[in-house]
């Protein structure tokens, strides 16, 4: 675990940050280095510079505003988002940061780098395209904002550009008979996700679901958002538990990945077992509101 | 805090060494740091099995900061083949692996070039820019394979990739055994390939003196005087000049019990360069270069009769031995063959050990080597014997246990059990356990359709042996005795030198405790030297759970040597005789007359004034040294002693995804006199760690090109603390007659019984559905998968005996089962 050489810069503002990044060949953002720094030490990823945003205290935190307005600060930990207090009506951010890998990843890594990693069996993509958030990129002349919809390109690969800084997620939630939850299988080694199932839902006053959304982490190639399961669900009541677990054992965006750790129909089965459970409390959460 | 007076052995002390190492304030190899130290990096093969067709390291030489640059070609002619368990003539004669691969490479992970560098950086820039043109071959890393006519050859000249087989134990018993029996079950099971992964890699850090030509080696080992001795022969260089120590060591499990040759390389580097040199392993070099083990595949016949008496086992073991030889490669298979019966009486029994080269890192010692295999082997099938029988598994144990009476026993296999009471330890757990009342539990439970299991284990494992001398070769250096000496300074301190090899399981302490007791003073007061071979006395490290049996045994009739002239001079000072003294906190007192009393400090100085003043005409100081060996019962028999333990495990298997929880589960171990039960407890935690990690998640994984697909903590599963069930631990001390300290070994009981308890749960919680089997580890997928299977199978039937109810009997899925009338 020896780098190759590689120059290293403490930005002490954003503005410092993209200039060093649209200016620096071969620059690389350090957020909380959980996934970046086991990459530089194996050097299977060699940057000229390391560009550290870990000194930029604008960049952490969560604020709230109107009309379920929700702003987390990339920078701001998986830890920080657990049992936040501005966050205790969206339990799913707690669900969620709580079974990320362990406890120094937690400790260290952001929502942010998360998201620009676009691992596909990390936890925090599902949530976002849930809760059909948007990220604000900066880059040294420009700004931007990206819908969760649009964020992930393919494996690895977010709308992030080579030139950009991940600065902000945002989220428009609902409150009123809202619900939403996390639940996911680990694969056992690293703690990402096998299948993971981020559930946001709205019932109406007949406890119907209204409005439901479900992202899925660690099953395919890319986090996706299952559509077509929503379109089943929307409109009635919790099905029996019987019949949810068939619904959600026939997702049709479901293209499961294949490796050391779980094969296709397992990784099914898990999404299966871990949708199922996560509408269900979703639900419950919804309903108890 | 001074306790003196009160008896150290038994109490749950402590460990002396924690404080040090708990805030960080060890010092392990890479701590070690000296003025002009070099840097050693090494490029391994990125194949399984390839030529070399060319090496440039021009490039890579030419980077400032690099020192040298070794190939194969450059040390063909001045270093031998490195020291491995194959010796010329010997029945386990295998070829020569080379420090650095020569003309071909025969695992990913072998030492093709080694670069030397004046900071660890440079030496890994410098690796990158040295070119070497291979032309990649097939390779074979599965065993079965690996056997086929067709099958890449590791070794050409020895045409075959079959290392060795050798039949063990009484064939033609076996088949009229089998032939006789009631029943017969025939299993094949597969104990997976795992990687041992201790906490701290390997590292060396080596310097050379060429004044006063003395070599030292700091090193990460379980066995010091071994590598000193393969120093010195690898090197040339004289031995009384070699110096090898082990500073603090974290985990060694089997894996640092041998040389290697990045190890012999640095030391070499550093008499070469006359410069201090450190290597550290990387992790994964760890995964891919440091040996692995288990790696065994077994067809299994085991013959039952309905009363449940076990009548006969025929095994053919396929045994991994990698590319080539290490230290002790074949001894896990030996190992294996010679314990495969367990605590029970199986009048019959064979075991044909088949060995064979693939092109992987090679198969060496992991704790409760060859033992936790055939604990798990023989623990498997008991349990499979009872399913198929229908009888309880506890009481088929309890019908086949040897019992009290019948040691020292002699195994079919011609191993010899030394002592044994393995109701003991089965009733203490089934008490702990409410064994009863458990099962009971369980059928309410499985009448509410919940999967429940209970899984017993009842191995029986030999601790601290070493091989007999018919069968050693020139490098199996394992003793069955240690020596030990206790010298008590002229301030009454007391310097204990022994020759075992902490690597974090806290000898010092009960080595303290031992001395303590003996010479009635308090810890504080002793220190114990060690892992140093110009310090510590000549001795064979620490592996086989030895340290306590051997060391602590010679440690004790050491102190009892010193405390007896210590009771000779103080005789003298108080005009006294010896059997009217005791000692007590520091004293040596007249019995009944406390008022005559003497100091350790002033028996101490007496002891060191000249030899004309010595009353009786002792000669001064106060130092003994002793031996003590374990006894053997005949020469051809192999010298060790028995330990056993029962581990009882209640689990749930969650039929939707195949997860396993762990209700409970209950260790008893009769690990002897326990010196320090507290230790003896974490030597279960950790053994029962790394069995349930086998058991649950850990397997090495190679694929067809013979690529490690596990080669970080990404891929490769070993247990956290979060994945760990509370253990309940208890021990039922049965002292063991063949040593005065009453001890039998614990460092390896976790891992014997943790695999196949865990195992036999899950399979007795999903029995109701007619699994018989599954093979480890059991992650979720495979215990999903297995549940799926079985639950078509259990609809096929019942669908089946709708139709035909006569058939429903048969349709009972009871595979690959024999019976006989």
Known sequence: MIPSQFDYIAAQSVEQATRLLEQTQGAKILAGGMSLLPAVKARLNEPGLLIDIGKLDELVGVSTGWLGRLKIGAMSTHVSLIDHPDLTAQPIFSDAARVIADVQVRNRGTIGGSLSYADPAADWPAVFLA??????????????????????????????????????????????????????????????????????????????????NMGVSGVNAMPFLARSLSEKLQGGVLPSEDALQKLCAQVDECDPLEDLHGGADYRRALLANAASRSITLAYQRATAA | MSEAGKAKMGQPMNRLEDPKLVTGNGCYVDDIKRDGMLHLDFLRSPYAHADILSIDTDAALALPGVVAIYTGADLADKLGPVPSFSVPGNFFNTPDMHMLALDKVRFVGEMVVA?????????????????????????????????LDDAPLVHESMGSNRAFMIPIGDAEGAAKALEGADVVVKERLINQRVIPNPMETRGVVA?????????????????????????????????????????????????????????LMTVYVARELARPVKWIEERQESMMATTHARGQVYDVEMGVNRDGSIQGLRIHMLAHMGAHYGANTPVTAMVTAACITGAYKIPHAVLNAESVFTHTTCIDAYRGFGRTESSYLIERMVNRLAQEIDMDPVELRHKNFIQPDEFPYITPMNNTYD?????????????????????????????KGRYVGIGVSSHVWRASFRMPDTHGTDNWCIGGWEKSTVTVSDNGGVTVTIGTCSMGQGIATATAQVVADVLSIDTDNIKIVEKDTFAAPFGNGSMGSRSMVTGGSATLLAAKKARAKILRLAAHLLDSVDDELELKDGCVLVVGQPEKSVSL??????????????????????????????????????????????????????????????????????????????????????????????????????????????????????????DMPWLEVDFTETPNPTNALGVRGVGESGTCGASPVLVNAVVDALSPLGVTHIDMPLKPEKVWKAIQQAQGDVQEASRHSQKTPRDSQQAQPRPQQEQHA
């Not at chain 2, 120590?245 to 990045?262: N, S, W």
């Not at chain 2, 393995?422 to 309410?444: I, T």
């Not at chain 2, 106060?622 to 209640?650: D, N, Q, R």
Request: with cysteine.
């Open chain 2, 419 to 447: 002592d044994g009471h393995y109701e003991v330890s089965m009733s203490r757990a089934l008490e702990m356990a409410d064994y009863d009342a458990l099962r009971e539990q369980q059928r309410v439970f499985r009448a």
């Open chain 2, 115 to 147: 670069v030397v560098a004046s900071d660890r950086y440079i030496a890994r820039d410098a690796r990158e820019l040295i070119k070497v043109n291979y032309k990649p071959l097939p390779a074979v890393t599965d065993i079965e394979k690996a056997l």
């Open chain 2, 601 to 722: 400090f002033d028996i101490a100085r007496l002891s060191l004034r000249g030899q004309e003043e010595q009353p009786l005409n002792e000669e001064p100081t106060i130092e003994e040294s002793a031996v003590y060996e374990i006894p053997k019962f005949a020469p051809e028999f192999a010298t060790h002693t028995a330990a056993w333990g029962t581990h009882l495990c209640l689990v749930e298997v969650q039929p939707a995804t195949g997860k396993i929880d762990i209700l409970r589960y209950i260790a008893v171990d009769d690990v002897g006199r326990a010196i320090n039960p507290k230790i003896c407890a974490g030597q279960i935690h950790g053994g029962v760690a790394q069995g349930l990690g086998q058991a649950l998640m850990e397997e090495a994984v190679y694929d067809d090109d013979g690529q490690l697909l596990t080669s970080s903590f990404l891929d490769y599963c070993t247990p956290k603390a979060t």
């Open chain 2, 207 to 263: 310097e050379y003196s060429p004044w006063d030509n003395e070599l030292t080696a700091w090193i990460s080992t379980q066995a010091p005087q071994n590598l000193r001795r393969d120093f010195a022969k690898f090197l040339d260089h004289p031995d009384a000049k070699l110096r090898v120590i082990a500073p603090d060591v974290g985990g060694g499990f089997g894996p640092k019990g041998a040389v290697y040759p990045d190890e």
């Open chain 1, 131 to 212: 809760l059909e958030g948007e990220v604000l990129l900066r880059s040294h002349k420009k700004k931007r904002k990206v819908k969760a919809e649009d964020f992930f390109i393919s494996m690895m690969t977010s709308a992030v550009a080579s030139n950009e800084l991940l600065t902000e997620v945002a989220f428009s939630l609902d409150s009123k008979r809202a619900g939403n939850a996390y639940i996911k299988h680990r694969q056992p080694a690293s703690g990402l996700a096998l299948a993971g199932a981020a559930v946001n839902l709205v019932v109406d006053k007949k406890q119907r679901i209204e409005k439901i």
